[in-house]
């Protein structure tokens, strides 16, 4: 791709910055995790906001304060006693047009999708990007049901077919088939094939990924393999490196 700017992406479910073995709150182990790859744009799921078990922190500020994010985005998924948890997107770039997306299945838990334009400037250039993070249910059904919801929204459906749109989060996508099932024939590709999140302590199950169209190509795409990546969370960031490129107008 000519012309072209790697922007890099991070998806991670941070299970609340409680250890997937230890059960500690350490959010200390999510921050270093994430500052070995120095992403421009992070998708989080499990994200607190004012919960006692997470010394009533608000995630999403500490987070991005601490990794210098500038631009942030949160969305409360589940409602607790005291507290919240749900999605966050950070990133280097502004945050336009912020939506929450409604994805709950009658009587499975609240689910949302987390959407925003991203404005990413390069080479004198500028690019807006359509972001949706999202945390799929736990039932095939559910997930597949979620996923229609989203591609039927009215900002995902009428998106130009050459934006860069990137979709993707904590799919649970136990059986890796959503991308062949439903995005493939949306016109989205899958970004990363057979990476292996989950459990974070011995990967065994890909259940974190990222599905793309538009003006983008895949350069690289890994999960993290360091011993804090295993301690930090019960999942392991998933890291994919894109190619935007900025020879066609949109």
């Given at each position: 791709m ?11 479910n ?10 500690r ?14 992403a ?25 304060e ?24 950070l ?62 929204h009215?900002?995902?459906h ?5 934006t ?8 649970n ?18 970004a990363?094939k057979a ?22 190509a ?13 301690q ?19």
């Amino acid at each position: 791709m000519s012309n072209s700017e790697t922007v890099r992406i991070i998806s991670y479910n941070i299970h609340k910055g409680i250890g997937g073995v230890d059960r500690r709150y350490r959010p200390e182990r999510i921050i270093e995790t994430l500052k070995q790859y120095s992403a421009d744009i992070i998708f989080l799921q499990e994200v607190d906001d004012q919960v006692p078990r997470s010394r009533m922190d608000v995630q999403v500020d500490l987070f991005s304060e601490a990794l210098e994010m500038k631009y942030s985005a949160y969305q409360r998924n589940v409602y607790l006693k005291q507290g919240y948890y749900g999605n966050a997107i950070l990133s280097r770039f502004p945050l336009l047009d912020v939506e929450d997306v409604d994805l709950t299945i009658p009587l499975k838990k609240r689910r949302q999708g987390l959407l925003a334009h991203c404005r990413v400037k390069f080479n004198g250039h500028q690019r807006t990007m359509l972001l949706v993070n999202v945390h799929l249910g736990l039932a095939g059904f559910e997930r597949k049901m979620q996923l229609r919801k989203l591609l039927e929204h009215k900002t995902v459906h009428r998106a130009h077919k050459e934006t860069p749109v990137v979709i993707g989060g904590d799919l649970n996508d136990v059986w890796e088939n959503l991308g062949k099932q439903l995005m493939t024939p949306a016109g989205f590709s899958v970004a990363a094939k057979a990476i292996r999140t989950f459990p974070a302590a011995f990967p065994a199950r890909a259940l974190d990924n990222l599905f793309y169209r538009g003006d983008l190509a895949v350069s690289h795409a890994f999960a993290s393999k360091s011993k804090l990546a295993g301690q930090a969370s019960d999942h392991r960031p998933l890291v994919v490196d894109f190619e935007l490129g900025v020879t066609k107008a949109v």
